[in-house]
C-alpha cells in the first residue's frame, strides 16, 4: 500500500513534464524532439546491423563457405572497414541526438525553475517564516537538476531500450533458432525484475539519506546566517555536533546506499553472465554439429554483449528516474503549496487619489484559536501621519502586515480611498505603499543596487538624490568604492544605522503615496534619529503615513496617536490631549521618561 502513493506522485511528476517535449506552440521545441528521434531510429538501426558485419569479417577471415554472399563477396578487410564506420556512425547519431536535444532540456529547466522561484515568492509570509531556507534551496536544487535528466531518458532510454531487445530477440528467433530467442527473453526479464525490486528498496534508502543531506544543509546555512549569534554564545562546538549529527545520519543512509548497490551491481552481472553462457554453449553446439559457422558463434556472443550494455544502463536509467521523480516530487508538492493571498480574477489596480486608508472593523489572528487583532476601526486621511503605540502583542505591527497584504483579514475590511485591498491587484497594493521595517535587510550586492532597488527606472542622479534624503550620502562617497561597495551577505559590512539609512534611502526613491514606518529609527543613535526625523518628516509631506513605534518622542508630533492593547483601540488623540487623559499613554510616556528612553521595558514592538 505504501508504494501507491509514491507510484502516483511519480505519475504525476511524470504528467507535469511531459508536456515540456510537446508545448502548445512552440514548433521549434516539436522540430528538435522530432529530428532527435529520427537520429535516435537511425542510430538503432545501425547499431543491430553492426553484429552480422562483425560476422561476415570472421566467416570471411576463417574461409568459411557460409553466410551473407555479399559480405563474403567484399572480402574481410572491406567488412572491417564497414564494420567500423557503422560503430562510428551508430555513435555519431547518437551524439547529434544529444545535440539537437540539448535545448529542449535546457529550456525546460530554465522554465521549470523560473515557475519554482515565482511560485515561492507567491507565497504568504505565513509560509516564509516557518519554511526552513537551507533544505528549500536544495529541494529547488535537486528538483530542477532532474528536469533535464528525466526528459531526456523519457524520450530516449525506456522507449528504444524496448525496442532495441525486441529487435535483438527477433533476429535470434529468425536467424538462429527459437530456444535462443527465449534464453534471451527469460534473461531480459529476470535482470529487469531483479533490477525493479533491488531499486524500489535503494530508493527507499536513497529518500532516507536525502531527507538527512536536506537536514544537515539546513542546520549548516542556519548556522551560518546566525553566525553572530554563535560567536556571542561561543557555540561553536555545539553547533559543530548539531551539523555533525545530522552528517552521522547522512553518513549511516549513504553507506547503505552503497552496499545496496554492490548487492545490485553483482545479482545484474550474475543473471546477465548466466543468460551469455547459456547462448554461447548453444552457438558453440551449433559450430561444433556444423549448423554453424564461428562467425555466427562471434555474432551471437556480439548481440548478447550489445544487450548486455542497454540492459546494464536500464538498472543505472530506472535508478536516476526513480531518484529524478522523488526530487522532482518535492520540487512539485512545493509547487502545489497553495498561495494564500491571490488576486481576485480580473480585479483592477489600485487608483490612488489623496491616499485615505481606512480600517473597518478589522479582525485577524496568525491562528484561529488566537486572535490578534479584534475589531479594529481606524481612519487615517489623506496626508495626514498616523502613529501606532502599544505593548507587546498588541498587534501594531500585524496593521502593517496587513495594510501591505502579506496576510488578508479575516473579519472587516482595509480600503484605501474607499477600495477593498482584497478587490485589487496585490501587485498596485505594493507599488502604493512604501516600508520601512525595524530591521532592514540588505541584498549582497552594492550599496548603489540596495538604493535603487526601491526604483531600479531612476537615473544616479535620483538615487543619489534619495541617498542625501536619508542623510547617508556624505558615508557612501567616503567609502573606497563608494556606490559600488559591496555591502556584504544580509548588509553585515554595514552597521545598523548605515543598513536603516539605506533602507530609508531605497523608500524615498521609490516615492510611494503611503508610507509604513514600523521602529524606522530603532537603529539610530539619538543624533542620527533626529536628523533621520527631519528627513522622514519631509518625506512624509503630502503622503499618508503610518508610523509604529516605541519611542514614544519620534512620534509626538504625530497629527493622531492611535493605543493599542490586547487587539483593540484603547485611547487615541494628539499627544498633549493623551497625556492631559492620564491614561494609558500617559502612563507609558512617564515610564519612558523615567528610563531615560533607553528603549527597555514591556512596550517593545510587536
Known sequence: MADKPARASGIRTMRRVAPYLWPEGQTWVKRRVVLALMALVLGKVISILIPFLYKGAVDSLAGEQRGDGALLAIGAIGVTVAYGVARLASVGFGELRDAIFVRVGQRALRQLALETFTHIHALSLRYHITRKTGGLSRIIERGVKGVDFLLRFMLFSVGPLILELAMVAIIFAVVFDVWYMAVVVVTIWAYVTFTFKVTEWRVKIRRQMNDQDTDANQKAIDSLLNYETVKYFGAEAREAQRYDAAM?????????????????????????TTGLVIVMVMAAMGVQSGALTVGDFVMVNAYMMQITMPLGFLGTVYREIRQALVDMGEMFDLLGQPAEVTDKPGAPALKVAGATLELDGVMFGYDATRPILKGVSLTVPAGQTVAIVGPSGSGKSTIGRLLFRFYDVTGGAIRIDGQDLRDVTLQSVHDAIGVVPQDTVLFNDTVYYNIAYGRPSASRAEVEAAARGAKIHDFIVSLPEGYETTVGER????????????????????????????????????????????????????????TIAHRLSTIADADR??????????????????????GRYAAMWARQSAEGEDGEGEDEAA
Open 561 to 582: 496617536i492611535v493605543v493599542l492593547e490586547a487587539g483593540q483601540i484603547v485611547e487615541q488623540g494628539k499627544h498633549d490631549d493623551l497625556l492631559a487623559a492620564g
Open 491 to 546: 548588509g553585515l559590512k554595514l552597521s545598523g544605522g548605515e543598513k536603516q539609512r539605506v533602507g530609508i534611502a531605497r523608500t524615498l526613491l521609490k516615492n510611494p503615496p503611503i508610507l509604513l514606518l514600523d521602529e524606522a529609527t530603532s537603529a539610530l543613535d539619538t543624533q542620527t534619529e533626529r536628523d533621520i526625523q527631519d528627513s522622514l518628516r519631509a518625506m512624509g509631506e503630502g503622503r499618508t503615513v503610518i
Open 248 to 272: 552521522q545520519g547522512y553518513e549511516g543512509a549513504a553507506v547503505k546506499t552503497g552496499q545496496s548497490l554492490a548487492v545490485l551491481n553483482f545479482g545484474q552481472s550474475l543473471i546477465i
